[in-house]
């Protein structure tokens, strides 16, 4: 351990020590790394099947500011993959109710829930304060809206959709010139861009828990500048035969996001 090392461990608690212990063992991570995990800020846009995971883990691990937004709340069909929720739970605020069980995880970090659907209109005021977004919503009207805010304020993006026995897990760092964008994938809106897949089409729940624990490894992977990065990549998942597949995705030319910055 390194001199800088020895002065940041002197500033941790033995409680904070214990607690990150297994992460502050690895080389990766160290004391250094576990430092900007605490000072780092995450927004989850959705409690649900991948935001649920996402959330538990985020918070385990150490994020110093986790926010939540999501204005439903907790239903009976939630239950089979929306792991942060319990039958007690039922009719609760999703986002209240997820702060609360991640407060009991670990009371150490900050938890702001947003109960409220992301828009036009508040998505600058919420997205400010957090420097990166994790995507787990179930509509493409709000994976659009989070994708274009994240491109125009250069934030890094970890996107996850799930449907039926496949998932998907994209990163666009847009701090790089050349990061792709969800646009660069899906040019255009789908049809019923409201419409949550998993309610009419089915899902797997493990495979939520898949997906969604491996984007807080990327968003781990992006705070500490670890690893290969995703960005540049769909990650696609298939639970049936179980394979995993990095497919390459470029910056597409005449892409809207890069077109409107012109």
Same mark, same amino acid.
């Given at each position: 351990?390194?001199?800088?090392?020895?002065?940041?461990?002197?500033?941790?608690?033995?409680?904070?020590?214990?607690?990150?212990?297994?992460?502050?063992?690895?080389?990766?991570?160290?004391?250094?790394?576990?430092?900007?995990?605490?000072?780092?800020?995450?927004?989850?846009?959705?409690?649900?099947?991948?935001?649920?995971?996402?959330?538990?883990?985020?918070?385990?691990?150490?994020?110093?500011?986790?926010?939540?937004?999501?204005?439903?709340?907790?239903?009976?069909?939630?239950?089979?993959?929306?792991?942060?929720?319990?039958?007690?739970?039922?009719?609760?605020?999703?986002?209240?109710?997820?702060?609360?069980?991640?407060?009991?995880?670990? /009371?150490?970090?900050?938890?702001?829930?947003?109960?409220?659907?992301?828009?036009?209109?508040?998505?600058?005021?919420?997205?400010?304060?957090?420097?990166?977004?994790?995507?787990?919503?179930?509509?493409?009207?709000?994976?659009?809206?989070?994708?274009?805010?994240?491109?125009?304020?250069?934030?890094?993006?970890?996107?996850?959709?799930?449907?039926?026995?496949?998932?998907?897990?994209?990163?666009?760092?847009?701090?790089?010139?050349?990061?792709?964008?969800?646009?660069?994938?899906?040019?255009?809106? /789908?049809?019923? /861009?409201?419409?949550?897949?998993?309610?009419?089409?089915?899902?797997?729940? /493990?495979?939520?828990?898949?997906?969604?624990?491996?984007?807080?490894?990327?968003?781990?992977?992006?705070?500490?500048?670890?690893?290969?990065?995703?960005?540049?990549?769909?990650?696609?998942?298939?639970?049936?035969?179980?394979?995993?597949?990095?497919?390459?995705?470029?910056?597409?030319?005449?892409?809207?996001?890069?077109?409107?910055?012109?």
């Amino acid at each position: 351990m390194d001199q800088q090392e020895n002065k940041i461990l002197m500033k941790f608690t033995k409680k904070q020590l214990d607690r990150y212990s297994r992460q502050i063992i690895l080389k990766k991570v160290g004391v250094i790394g576990q430092k900007k995990l605490l000072k780092s800020s995450v927004l989850i846009v959705g409690a649900g099947g991948l935001g649920s995971p996402i959330a538990i883990y985020l918070s385990a691990l150490g994020v110093g500011k986790i926010g939540i937004v999501d204005k439903d709340k907790v239903e009976i069909s939630n239950l089979n993959r929306q792991i942060i929720f319990e039958t007690n739970d039922l009719k609760k605020e999703k986002s209240f109710a997820a702060v609360k069980k991640l407060k009991k995880i670990n /009371p150490e970090i900050s938890i702001k829930s947003f109960k409220k659907n992301l828009n036009s209109k508040n998505i600058n005021q919420i997205g400010k304060e957090f420097h990166i977004i994790v995507d787990g919503s179930d509509n493409f009207k709000t994976r659009f809206l989070i994708n274009d805010f994240c491109f125009k304020k250069k934030k890094i993006l970890i996107s996850g959709a799930i449907s039926k026995f496949d998932g998907q897990v994209y990163t666009f760092n847009f701090l790089k010139k050349n990061s792709p964008c969800l646009r660069c994938f899906i040019p255009k809106m /789908p049809p019923n /861009p409201h419409i949550d897949n998993c309610e009419f089409d089915g899902v797997l729940a /493990p495979l939520a828990g898949t997906i969604g624990t491996i984007q807080a490894s990327e968003v781990v992977k992006e705070i500490l500048g670890i690893g290969s990065t995703l960005c540049g990549f769909i990650l696609i998942v298939d639970a049936l035969k179980l394979t995993f597949r990095k497919v390459k995705l470029n910056k597409r030319t005449g892409c809207i996001c890069y077109e409107k910055k012109k």
